[in-house]
């Protein structure tokens, strides 16, 4: 059974504080995806990653930063975290060059105060 | 910016009838054209895909049609169940590969017994 798993569902933290979301897939996909998803804007890319050491900013990468260090994982890195990040941050993965995510975690919901 | 507009926003139906959700997308180079279903609470499922080389794709109730002169694809439901009530995302390429994906602001679907 595919599985995207992320380190916590819900997380809360303070202004300026560093922040690491992590997620992890079992199907040795190379694809591998960070989004955050707001009411009414639908999914928006901040980051993803098509192999190991390997990323490519999306839309919204200013704030975070990545890591792939292993090809089953990819970690989210809010630098220096800000009200404006509280969202529900969503992994994804697949498998391909001609594709774009497959597979979803959970989610994380992260609320900075 | 490249863009894709969803409509409409919500949708009720009742069981048995047909759904149809649109989707216009900006960038004529776009070539890849997922739909992802998420329920309330869970994370996104792609549902269907289609790509730019086919005009319609189905897969059982449901099937995806495109029109690249008009630049528009759109989602078909029928015989629709309670189990089909989420929200449903449509995503398309931005002519920088499969991966980098712009999604939808999401159709809100309810169907009623």
């Known amino acids: 059974d595919v599985k995207v798993t992320q380190s916590s569902r819900y997380l809360v933290k303070r202004t300026g504080e560093k922040v690491f979301l992590e997620c992890v897939q079992d199907?040795?996909?190379?694809?591998m995806f960070w989004y955050r998803q707001d009411p009414g804007l639908g999914l928006r890319l901040i980051y993803f990653s098509y192999d190991v050491k390997m990323k490519e900013k999306g839309d919204i990468p200013e704030g975070y930063s990545v890591s792939r260090e292993k090809k089953e994982r990819f970690s989210l890195i809010l630098e220096s975290a800000s009200t404006n990040q509280t969202s529900m941050y969503l992994c994804?993965?697949?498998?391909?060059?001609?594709?774009?995510?497959?597979?979803f975690g959970p989610g994380t919901r992260l609320t900075v105060l | 910016g490249e863009n894709v507009e969803q409509h409409p926003s919500t949708l009720s139906v009742q069981e048995g009838d047909s759904a149809v959700i649109k989707c216009t997308y900006s960038?004529?180079?776009?070539?890849?054209f997922p739909w992802y279903k998420q329920e309330l609470g869970k994370r996104p499922q792609l549902i269907i895909d289609i790509r730019s080389n086919v005009g319609e794709k189905k897969d059982q109730r449901i099937a995806v049609t495109l029109n690249k002169t008009a630049k528009h694809f759109s989602l078909h439901i029928t015989e629709t169940q309670p189990e089909d009530s989420a929200v449903y995302f449509c995503?398309?390429?931005?002519?920088?590969?499969?991966?980098?994906?712009?999604f939808g602001t999401g159709t809100r679907l309810l169907v009623s017994p």
């Open positions: 960038d004529s180079a776009s070539n890849y």
């Open positions: 995503a398309a390429t931005m002519n920088t590969g499969f991966q980098k994906l712009v």
């Open positions: 199907m040795d996909h190379e694809n």
């Open positions: 994804a993965s697949s498998l391909g060059q001609d594709r774009g995510p497959a597979y």
